[in-house]
């Protein structure tokens, strides 16, 4: 990841090469995931059959899963907090943990998934069932990347590579976490909350 | 510079008798310097910039190639070269190869070659990112164009209105080749631009801050902004058509209940911003090159600057100008109207701006200078037609005739491909070491000017007559015989225009060892690339440049005297800066790039064909990345850097430190040597 010229020498904005690199990737992810949320919006009503919004969310449940989510990120700031300390057992243990929490995410959404197709909202279905599918399947897709990066975090940190001198690391790895977490609350809240 | 008095075999890599470091076993380190295997392995920015050019060429051959037969169709009436269809095909994979394979390419050849130098750096802040991107670029390209010995290339326009392009109205493969070769250009598109947004904000030598960069960077850092931003829009509309397409999904099926101005909002809200990807790097070269012609500073610096930024934000706010026809609406038409002849003003701040610049100048000819005077004079042109497409009523006329068409080609040939040529003209030297012959140049120039005029001219009168872009041909009778006779003159014309162009290249490469090498600075110029030898050495730059001010390296020449006349006291040779070369530390080179980019086709092939395909490319795509991270981007066999006997003994390098020794050891004894050890 320290993929740079500079080598660790000062760069002109003081932002590591490989930070500045993930806030812009992050800033257009945003207009990627903009995309996604207006087509949903355009297109979530105008289905002429099958089934609605209405019909199949099941918010309670979306509830509990958004919660997992959203604790993943106290855990990937306590994973940035302990490796600042220096302390690398403690670290180890909370990006387990924001692992485990966004796979736990992951499977509450192939459980819904499964469960909306078994009550006949398919892909192909209707206009809705292709543009909810396409939306919360690409942000699942982003925790499914996230979680790879924290497992080779932990791979590394196992093999005692990762000190407190590659902080910067996980800090990264906490930046696109948070803004997979910070998209969720989005879609959540235009998806499943608003009808 | 111990280095070089030392005998060589004292240089041989400590651990060459282990053989080089293995990255999952597979690869050998590349450690070639000459050959195709440094090529295909080099993360050097300067050489991914030669190889964007040279693909950007190449496609341009192609897309001249189909731009010969659509007008050699329309030569004359009711012809029969090409079928209806595949007519349909020609000018979409014409318009597609121009706009994603010819220009973005061109312009990323000279921002990966010239951002770097222009800031004082030593390479962009993701090497090997920078390789991915360039070979998933031409990987994308050569995806597209294989389109064509599978069935034909894609039939739906460049802007490939969905559902038009849907499965029932497009039922060959060309659209899914479109889709997904797009996509994997707009891959190497984000990677390229997050790179070089990262570069320039944060590699810039001490002392440069952002308003000391030259203007040639400012406008490429505002184009990749432009890129990080508008790619994943398009990348959204190429992913709902693909679904739409491979998937049966609904997007844009109308029956279902679909928007089908959905896909041309998504569409124009990446295609505006692109239009300023496309034509900003080229008003950076020339406002590089109008100066140094003109012996004269920029015209109001802060001025130039600021205009390309108002245009990169002002260019999100004008999309759907290009949907004045679709029934948008009044309030929405109204809006956009406005907006749009808004955006004329920074951009005529620019041209106004070169003009003062030459006002009062010195001007010498040159044949870089020609086409920077070419594109102020033939973008004022096409600037002017796109204000008249502002204007909604007469947009509605004009919608979908040749107007449109000589209006984009005034701004995308005229503007851009006119810069591009003016900054190859310009930059030869420094890149290859030789100049491209003057005349020859010249001759090119103007033969291509008068082509152009010809060609693209008349298309406004055939367009204000009615005739409507994309029609495979036309009836004898309708008035429209003499002027498709004259474009099509033009086009031939252009045609042997840029013949001359490959012609001057070999020639002038032939001729180059009788000339005197061109010396670092050979147009007395302002910008750091000019205060290294040419052609530049793979290091860039012995020492860090440090920057006191705008022009930094002209005001190292010249210096005003005690009346106030600006008096020479260096020369280019002198000014140019001698250093310490062995300090300097350059990232390995690396194959993962190469392998991930492969995998991308496969993935493209395998989603239209046979999803086994499709598993290969990801095997290759992970497993590169794993290979990729497994393999540390420095050469651990290497001394590490700082380490007294570093540096590259071999090949041209060498002989680049030995030319340059006198004054380097001069420098090194004089000098404390703060950077990059």
Redesign the interface.
């Known amino acids: 990841m320290?993929?740079?010229?500079?080598?660790g020498?000062a760069?002109?904005?003081g932002?590591s090469?490989a930070k500045?690199?993930m806030w812009?990737?992050l800033?257009?992810?945003c207009?990627?995931f903009?995309?996604?949320i207006s087509?949903y919006l355009?297109?979530r009503h105008?289905?002429?059959s099958g089934l609605t919004p209405a019909e199949i969310f099941d918010i309670p449940f979306t509830s509990v899963s958004s919660f997992v989510l959203l604790m993943s990120s106290l855990t990937m700031a306590l994973a940035v907090a302990s490796i600042t300390r220096g302390d690398v057992r403690a670290n180890r243990v909370w990006l387990a943990t924001t692992a485990l929490l966004g796979a736990t995410f992951i499977g509450g959404q192939v459980y819904e998934f499964t469960t909306f197709y078994r009550e006949g909202l398919g892909?192909?279905t209707?206009?809705f069932?292709?543009?909810f599918y396409?939306l919360t399947g690409f942000h699942g897709a982003h925790v499914i990347v996230g979680i790879v990066m924290l497992m080779?975090l932990l791979m590394m940190s196992v093999r005692g590579n990762l000190g407190p001198e590659r902080r910067d690391a996980v800090e990264i790895v906490g930046l696109y976490w948070h803004f997979v977490d910070i998209v969720w609350i989005l879609i959540f809240t235009i998806v499943y909350l608003i009808p | 510079m111990a280095i070089i008095e030392r005998p060589s075999d004292a240089l041989a890599l400590p651990s060459a008798g282990d053989g080089p470091h293995n990255a999952l076993g597979v690869f050998a380190r590349p450690r070639a310097k000459t050959g195709w295997r440094a090529w295909v392995s080099t993360v050097d920015h300067k050489r991914i910039g030669i190889m964007y050019g040279a693909s950007a060429l190449f496609f341009f051959v192609i897309g001249g190639v189909e731009a010969l037969a659509i007008r050699a169709q329309l030569a004359a009436p009711d012809q029969k070269l090409l079928s209806a269809d595949l007519y349909n095909q020609v000018f979409t994979m014409h318009g597609i190869t121009m706009i994603f394979l010819v220009v973005m390419p061109m312009g990323a050849a000279f921002m990966n070659y010239f951002i770097p130098l222009q800031i004082g750096?030593?390479?962009?802040?993701?090497?090997?990112?920078n390789a991915l991107s360039f070979w998933t670029f031409l990987v994308g390209g050569i995806f597209l164009n294989t389109s064509w010995f599978l069935g034909g290339g894609a039939d739906g326009g460049w802007f490939a209105y969905a559902p038009n392009t849907g499965v029932a109205f497009s039922p060959s493969h060309g659209m899914d080749f479109y889709a997904l070769g797009l996509q994997i250009t707009g891959i190497a598109s984000?990677i390229g631009?997050?790179?070089l947004?990262?570069t320039v904000?944060?590699?810039?030598a001490p002392g440069?801050s952002l308003m000391k960069m030259p203007v040639f960077t400012w406008m490429s850092f505002v184009t990749q902004v432009l890129l990080?931003?508008?790619?994943?829009?398009i990348?959204?509309?190429l992913?709902?058509l693909t679904?739409d397409r491979l998937?049966?999904?609904?997007?844009f099926?109308v029956?279902?209940?679909?928007?089908p101005l959905?896909w041309e909002h998504?569409f124009w809200?990446f295609g505006h911003p692109e239009v300023y990807i496309l034509i900003l790097p080229a008003f950076g070269i020339v406002s590089e090159i109008i100066p140094v012609f003109s012996r004269k500073p920029i015209f109001g610096y802060p001025f130039m600057v600021f205009s390309g930024i108002a245009i990169g934000f002002m260019g999100w706010g004008v999309w759907a100008h290009h949907m004045f026809a679709s029934g948008l609406g009044p309030i929405s038409v109204a809006a956009f109207s406005v907006s749009t002849m808004f955006i004329a003003v920074p951009t005529g701040v620019k041209i106004l701006n070169w003009m003062a610049t030459m006002w009062g100048g010195k001007i010498s000819f040159t044949t870089p200078m020609l086409w920077a005077i070419g594109l102020v004079a033939m973008f004022t042109i096409g600037g002017l037609s796109g204000v008249t497409h502002a204007v909604a009523p007469a947009d509605t006329q004009q919608t979908d005739t040749y107007y449109i068409v000589a209006h984009f080609h005034y701004v995308i040939f005229g503007g851009a491909l006119f810069g591009f040529m003016g900054g190859f003209y310009f930059w030869w030297p420094k890149v290859f070491g030789y100049f491209l012959d003057e005349k020859l140049g010249k001759v090119h120039f103007w033969l291509t000017l008068i082509g152009f005029n010809l060609t693209f001219g008349p298309q406004h009168i055939l367009g204000l007559q009615g005739m409507s872009r994309r029609i495979p041909t036309y009836r004898d009778g309708y008035g429209f015989n003499f002027w498709n006779m004259v474009s099509s003159i033009g086009a031939f014309i252009i045609a042997f225009a840029m013949l001359l162009f490959f012609v001057n290249i070999v020639r002038s490469k032939r001729k180059a060892s009788q000339l005197p090498p061109p010396g670092p600075d050979p147009w007395d110029a302002r910008s750091l690339e000019w205060s290294i030898p040419s052609p530049t050495p793979e290091h860039n730059f012995d020492d860090d440049p440090i920057v006191t001010r705008l022009d930094d390296f002209w005001y190292r020449k010249y210096q005003e005297d005690e009346n106030g006349n600006i008096v020479q006291v260096a020369t280019g040779e002198e000014a140019a800066m001698p250093g310490d070369p062995s300090r300097s530390?350059?990232?390995a080179p690396s194959y993962w790039p190469l392998v991930v980019s492969i995998g991308f086709p496969f993935v493209g092939y395998g989603l239209i064909y046979n999803l086994a395909l499709s598993a290969v490319g990801a095997a290759l795509i992970l497993g590169g990345i794993v290979g990729w991270?497994l393999e540390p981007?420095?050469d651990e066999d290497l001394p590490p850097?700082g380490h007294d006997d570093h540096g590259d003994p071999s090949g041209a390098e060498a002989a680049a430190l030995e030319q340059g020794e006198p004054e380097a050891e001069v420098a090194a004894i004089g000098e404390e040597v703060t950077v990059?050890g």
């Open positions: 320290a993929d740079t010229a500079t080598h020498h760069t002109a904005t932002i090469n500045l690199g812009v990737y800033a257009s992810d207009l990627l903009g995309g996604l087509t355009l297109l105008r289905s002429v892909f192909t209707n206009i069932g292709s543009a396409t080779s | 750096a030593r390479d962009v802040a993701f090497p090997r990112l984000l631009g997050i790179n947004v990262v904000l944060n590699l810039r440069m990080v931003f508008a790619i994943p829009v990348s959204v509309a992913f709902l679904f998937f049966d999904a609904n997007f099926d029956g279902q209940g679909a928007d959905l998504l809200i530390h350059l990232p991270a981007p420095d850097h990059d």
